[in-house]
C-alpha cells in the first residue's frame, strides 16, 4: 500500500495533530467548566475523524479522487431535489403548527429541516446512482 506524501496529505495530517494537542492541554489544564471540557473532547474526536479521512485520501491515486461528470450530475441532481424536500418539510411544519396549533419549537424545525436535507440527498444520491442515467 503505497502513501501519498503530497502537501495537502501533510498540511491536513498537521491540523489533525495540532487539533488533537491543543484538546490534550486542554484537558491536562482543565477548567471546571463542562463547555471547556465538550470542546477538548470534540477537538479530540475531529483528530479522529481527520486522521481517518487522511489515511483513506492517502491511500488512493489522485486519479480515483476526482469526480466525473456523472458523479457531479447526480449529486446536483440530488442536491436540487433535496432542497425542494426542505422547502416542503418547512412549509408542512409551518403550516401544521399554524392549523392544529401543535406549539413547535423552533429548535424541533431546524433539527427536522436538517435530517430531512440530509437524509434525503443521501438517498436521492443512492437512488439516482442505482437508476444510472441521469439528465
Same mark, same amino acid.
Given at each position: 500500500?503505497?502513501?501519498?506524501?503530497?502537501?495537502?496529505?501533510?498540511?491536513?495530517? %498537521?491540523?489533525?495533530?495540532?487539533? +488533537?494537542?491543543? %484538546?490534550? +492541554?486542554?484537558?491536562?489544564? #482543565?477548567? #471546571?467548566?463542562?463547555?471547556? $471540557?465538550?470542546?477538548? $473532547?470534540?477537538?479530540?474526536?475531529?483528530?479522529? $475523524?481527520? *486522521?481517518? @479521512?487522511? +489515511? &483513506?485520501?492517502?491511500?488512493?491515486?489522485?486519479?480515483?479522487?476526482?469526480?466525473?461528470?456523472?458523479?457531479?450530475?447526480?449529486? !446536483?441532481?440530488? %442536491? &436540487?431535489?433535496?432542497?425542494?424536500?426542505?422547502?416542503?418539510? +418547512? @412549509?408542512?411544519?409551518?403550516?401544521?403548527?399554524?392549523?392544529? *396549533?401543535?406549539?413547535?419549537?423552533? !429548535?424541533?424545525?431546524?433539527?427536522?429541516?436538517?435530517?430531512?436535507?440530509?437524509? *434525503?440527498?443521501?438517498?436521492?444520491?443512492? &437512488? &439516482?446512482?442505482?437508476? %444510472?442515467?441521469?439528465?
Amino acid at each position: 500500500m503505497k502513501i501519498r506524501t503530497d502537501k495537502k496529505i501533510l498540511l491536513i495530517s %498537521g491540523i489533525g495533530l495540532g487539533s +488533537v494537542l491543543l %484538546g490534550v +492541554v486542554m484537558l491536562i489544564f #482543565q477548567a #471546571q467548566s463542562k463547555a471547556i $471540557f465538550f470542546i477538548e $473532547f470534540s477537538l479530540i474526536f475531529a483528530w479522529l $475523524f481527520m *486522521s481517518a @479521512m487522511v +489515511v &483513506y485520501a492517502a491511500t488512493k491515486p489522485k486519479t480515483e479522487l476526482i469526480a466525473d461528470e456523472r458523479v457531479t450530475r447526480i449529486n !446536483e441532481k440530488a %442536491g &436540487y431535489t433535496a432542497g425542494l424536500l426542505v422547502l416542503l418539510a +418547512v @412549509m408542512i411544519l409551518f403550516w401544521a403548527d399554524k392549523i392544529w *396549533s401543535l406549539n413547535l419549537e423552533l !429548535e424541533d424545525m431546524y433539527w427536522t429541516t436538517l435530517l430531512t436535507g440530509t437524509y *434525503s440527498w443521501l438517498i436521492l444520491r443512492w &437512488y &439516482y446512482n442505482r437508476r %444510472g442515467e441521469v439528465v
